[in-house]
């Protein structure tokens, strides 16, 4: 449990890191991120610009350093719509029953039925490409999971005693589902949330690298690896970058996700509870049989 | 007997996963013809190869030289006699008399007569015509009305009699549109006379070609050609690289044609652009104001753009019309030469400023957002964002949207834009009347909502006119209006390219006009 508890703390730093480059961006960056020199185009790395130049003149570190706070503002903004989206419409679900709960869970059904990328497409032609688009239809495809996941949470415990006597001594459904439905529902939706970031933005980075996110006048990772595609032979340096940059973010929050699961998830709790249990009986049956031996 | 079972089972395994491997080896050895083979790496504007569809397939039928025009563009972009051999004119430009030449035939071995040319017009006429139950897109009525056409098969002639004088009929009918099908069997396959024909096509993936037996100006030299679809430049370059292709045409990115230019295994050749990349200007929008068009002109350094942000695959220039084509590009004058400093005074002293401190000026109390829309095309997206880029540093805000195409095109026709990127071929029949009529006010195609009493009387002189000396002098004035109104964007004229094994291939030249990409000049090292 230290142990867990060790590397959970190491993760968190890894991660925190990541935040405080993202705060400290104007900091840290050498050169305007947007300032383009036309005429230093795909400058290799220097002394000068430490990533090179990218096609349009601009310093590549300063916009790997200023694209950490594009990819973790949206992701964050991405997980939390879907938390909050897909987690109350969970737990409305799971209590109210009936055809509140046929309607929503059947149109999460119809939702995840539809494939991201064709939705993206679809909202990226009639909206026009952005990363907020991207954002909305990344949405719409998975707050089903959370939703599920809320729903049945929320199934597990409305039968529960404790439900039962604060319903019958009259507390309002709104309280109800505040005090004692989220609660129980929060720590296995923050777990989840957490492991999904690392994903999330992933798939925000292949949007914005397909075109349909971020355009030229943000400053994207996954747009920096489409702008650098085509130059990936003879100006490597414009897809390693922001590819490294992408990679050792998406590593640091799965690793602090997954890390966090091992702390927080009850499940896992029990079953090391079921674990110290058995070991307990066996060294009981043991000494049991030492002693009719004896 | 446990571990018979197993070998069986284990033997099965292997013949199974060989049987797929076997099926999924090299095709390169299953064309029909044993002669020699050429792989050409293309972008896929069309699978299908009839004039009459659209504009791109009716390209694609003269790219892959499996249809001819009766006339053909020269490297001069004067239209020469192809099919037709001959021809004479009326004095008043009305009635045309082809004489079609003999011998030739089309790929399936039926002649081409003064008849079968009559009817191959006729058909592309009455595709296009909705009214008559026509279904296709092409557009022939933008180029040639005519009355009659009439052939006479004993004399071997074809007689087109216009509605109007029209001093350009070789230009037209050298468009590939008009190019000439065997119309017996069009229903059922497009049959031209070029030194191709086709076998197969696999829809967006491939065309299989086999040489024509009959072609009529010279020996065939590939016995078999399979045209490839590559749309990404990158993987067309790369797959050029590992042999899976043996020519492409136009790798548009920048710099896979540098390292491929500097690679002494290929053959890179790069014909001088009579295409134009330009910006429309949307004059209904914050555009309309002349000073903000003044100083976005000045504030643009074209010269960079074009050789450093797209690689010299445009040469840069300040008129609609390229400078390789003869209409006097060296009498032009621009009065907006590139000054960055003079723009930003220029909008000082015309009270476009920065009121609010944002870093962006305004007009009328509202922030200028300039809408910039393109599509990812011959480096258009990369002008349109060199262009924000350079505009913000005037304190001129510019939304770059980049859409696909047909989204793109919309947006156009709606009027959904201020500045609108694109690359178009300004001289389709050799002559740039049409688009030149980009800017005619009273044209459906005015994409900016242009509009210059002047630049229309002049244009209408020129659609009247049919001495070629005079015409040039009102092109030359044409073009000069539209620089002095600061009417489009200019960027430059692009350069098509064509790139080839060296060991393996000879010929393999892009024509100025990219209507010809594979023509029977591309050989074989040997032959």
Redesign the interface.
Same mark, same amino acid.
């Given at each position: 449990m230290i142990n867990k508890k060790l590397q959970f703390i190491i993760f968190l730093i890894f991660v925190l890191s990541i935040v405080t480059v993202a705060i400290l961006a104007p900091y840290i960056a050498t050169h305007d991120p947007n300032e383009a020199v036309l005429t230093e185009a795909t400058k290799a790395p220097s002394k000068e610009h430490f990533f090179g130049t990218d096609r349009m003149g601009r310093d590549l570190f300063s916009r790997v350093i200023y694209g950490t706070r594009t990819s973790l503002y949206s992701t964050l903004i991405l997980v939390l719509s879907i938390l909050i989206l897909g987690g109350g419409l969970g737990i409305i679900a799971g209590y109210a029953g009936g055809a509140t709960d046929t309607v929503i869970m059947r149109f999460a059904d119809m939702m995840v039925s539809f494939p991201g990328m064709a939705l993206a497409i679809a909202i990226a032609g009639v909206m026009g490409p952005s990363i907020t688009n991207a954002v909305i239809s990344i949405t719409m495809v998975s707050w089903t999971k959370y939703a599920r996941l809320a729903r049945s949470l929320v199934l597990k415990i409305k039968h529960e005693d404790y439900i039962k006597a604060a319903f019958m001594s009259g507390t309002k459904t709104y309280n109800i589902l505040l005090r004692y439905m989220l609660p129980s529902v929060l720590p296995t939706l923050i777990i989840t949330a957490a492991t999904d970031m690392g994903g999330m933005m992933l798939e925000l980075a292949g949007f914005s690298f397909l075109g349909l996110g971020a355009q030229s006048t943000s400053i994207e990772w996954g747009y920096m690896l489409n702008e650098g595609r085509a130059y990936i032979e003879s100006a490597s340096w414009l897809m390693i970058y922001p590819g490294l940059a992408i990679f050792i973010t998406v590593v640091a929050f799965n690793l602090l996700g997954d890390s966090l699961r091992d702390i927080l998830d009850p499940q896992n709790d029990d079953q090391i509870l079921k674990s110290k249990r058995k070991r307990v009986l066996q060294t009981e049956r043991k000494q049991v049989k030492r002693e009719s031996l004896a | 007997m446990r571990k018979n079972y197993k070998f069986i089972a284990l033997l099965l395994l292997i013949s199974i996963c060989s049987s797929i491997l076997i099926a999924c080896g090299d095709k390169k050895n299953k064309n029909s013809a044993n002669g020699p083979h050429l792989n050409f790496g293309v972008y896929n504007y069309s699978d299908s190869l009839d004039p009459a569809t659209n504009t791109n397939s009716s390209w694609c039928g003269v790219r892959y030289g499996v249809t001819e025009g009766l006339f053909k563009f020269s490297d001069e972009v004067i239209a020469e006699p192809n099919i037709a051999d001959t021809y004479t004119v009326s004095e008043d430009y009305k009635v045309w008399t082809l004489h079609i030449r003999e011998g030739v035939k089309f790929s399936n071995g039926n002649d081409v007569t003064p008849t079968a040319v009559k009817d191959s017009i006729e058909r592309l006429y009455n595709q296009t015509d909705a009214s008559r139950g026509g279904t296709g897109n092409s557009n022939p009525d933008g180029y040639l009305i005519y009355e009659t056409i009439t052939a006479d098969d004993d004399e071997g002639t074809v007689t087109i009699t216009c509605t109007s004088p029209t001093s350009n009929i070789p230009g037209i009918l050298a468009y590939p549109y008009f190019s000439i099908i065997d119309v017996s069997v069009a229903d059922k396959e497009i049959v031209g006379t070029g030194p191709y024909k086709v076998a197969k096509i696999n829809n967006g993936v491939s065309i299989e070609l086999l040489s024509n037996e009959y072609y009529w100006n010279g020996e065939v030299p590939y016995d078999s050609v399979t045209i490839m679809f590559i749309d990404d430049?990158?993987t067309k370059a790369m797959a050029l690289k590992s042999g899976d292709i043996d020519i492409a045409e136009n790798i548009t990115?920048a710099? =896979?044609l %540098?390292?491929l230019s500097e690679d002494e295994n290929y053959y890179v050749s790069i014909a001088p652009g009579v295409r134009t990349g330009n910006s429309y200007i949307n004059y209904e929008g914050v555009l309309g104001n002349e000073t903000l068009r003044q100083a976005i002109m000045m504030a643009l =350094?074209k010269d960079?753009?074009c050789d450093?942000?797209v690689a010299g695959m445009y040469t840069s220039g300040i008129s609609v019309l390229p400078s390789s084509l003869s209409y006097n590009y060296d009498k032009l004058t621009n009065p907006y030469e590139f000054n960055k400093q003079a723009a930003i005074e220029l909008l000082d002293d015309a009270g476009i400023v920065d009121t609010d401190g944002d870093g962006w000026r305004e007009i009328d109390g509202k922030n200028i957002d300039i809408n910039s829309v393109t599509f990812?095309s011959r480096n258009l997206?990369?002008f +349109?964002? +060199?262009v +924000?880029?350079?505009l +913000?540093e005037i304190g001129i805000k510019v939304?770059?949207?980049? %859409?696909d195409y047909d989204?793109a095109l919309a947006l156009l026709n709606a009027g959904e834009f201020d500045l609108w990127t694109c690359n178009t071929l300004t001289v389709g029949v050799g002559d740039p009347q049409d688009y030149l009529g980009n800017w005619y006010s009273a044209n459906s195609q005015n994409y900016g909502y242009y509009s210059s009493e002047k630049y229309d009387e002049l244009y209408e002189e020129l659609m009247l006119e049919l001495d070629n000396d005079k015409r040039k002098d009102i092109i030359t004035q044409l073009q000069q209006i539209l620089i002095n109104d600061a009417a489009t964007i200019v960027y430059g004229y692009y350069n098509s390219s064509m790139i080839s094994r060296a060991e393996k291939i000879t010929g393999a030249d892009i024509a100025t006009i990219d209507y010809y990409w594979l023509t029977s000049k591309i050989k074989p090292i040997g032959e």
């Open positions: - | 430049s990158s990115t710099s =896979d %540098r390292t =350094d960079t753009m450093i942000t990812t997206n990369e +349109a964002e +060199a +924000a880029l350079q +913000a939304t770059v949207n980049i %859409r989204t």
